[in-house]
């Protein structure tokens, strides 16, 4: 799951950023304005932790922008300003929750958690495909209910396909939903490449009824067959 935090204190980004690594969440960060905004126009989040008080503009803006675009995002306000005024114009707005600083980091990844199990059909936080269930929770997943063994980058390339059936996508955009800011620790794209072979190999031995296709020159997709 990708989280994108919002602010401007570059201690505080840094130990959000950390904690929420911790918890196996794929992070990026903005630190003011004008990246913020970059950020929700050109990439998809699963939650977006959002500081108000921005150099350059206002996070309120950023909200009107999400809104604007009709995204699907989860928004958790993380600011000092603690006025009912700010509070109900960001709900609002369209944010799910509001985090007063100072905030203690385990609340706050519960409250990420706990927003994005909600968000996860109507709470249930598995995610059924054919014979292919996903816990996102536990971050494992069965099929025919034997566990699939995974590594890490396995799943979290499995869950973006999931979380996008049918939608064929580019190995940068893969890359970019399982490194986030840090794709370029990757050495190659080739390293894509062969992560998701091995995710298909295994698929295939475990015989999950989706299949994640290769299209010749643009990427892969997920297809569910009939």
Not at 128 to 139: I, S, T
Not at 146 to 166: G, H, I, M, V, W
Request: with cysteine; glycine share 6%.
């Amino acid at each position: 799951m990708k989280i994108l935090v919002v602010e401007d204190e570059l201690s505080l980004q840094k130990m959000v950023k950390e904690s929420l690594e911790r918890e196996h969440f794929v992070v990026e960060c903005a630190s003011d304005f004008p990246s913020a905004m970059a950020k929700v126009n050109d990439y998809d989040y699963d939650c977006i932790l959002l500081d108000i008080m921005l150099p350059g503009g206002s996070g309120l803006s950023v909200l009107e922008e999400l809104k604007r675009m009709r995204k699907r995002e989860s928004v958790i306000i993380i600011s000092a300003k603690d006025s009912l005024e700010d509070k109900v114009l960001g709900l609002d707005l369209g944010a799910d929750d509001y985090l007063a600083k100072p905030f203690h980091l385990a609340e706050l990844n519960a409250r990420v958690k706990s927003l994005l199990r909600r968000k996860q059909a109507n709470g249930d936080t598995s995610i059924v495909l054919g014979n292919l269930v996903l816990y996102p929770d536990k971050r494992s997943a069965s099929v025919d209910g034997k566990e699939l063994q995974l590594n890490r980058k396995e799943f979290d390339l499995l869950y973006y396909f999931a979380s996008n059936p049918n939608r064929l996508m580019n190995k940068t955009s893969l890359a970019e939903s399982v490194w986030g800011d840090n794709i370029d620790q990757a050495d190659s794209l080739d390293f894509i490449y062969s992560q998701v072979k091995n995710l298909r190999k295994k698929m295939k031995q475990a015989g999950t009824v989706p299949e994640v296709k290769a299209v010749y020159g643009f990427g892969y997709k997920l297809v569910l067959e009939d």
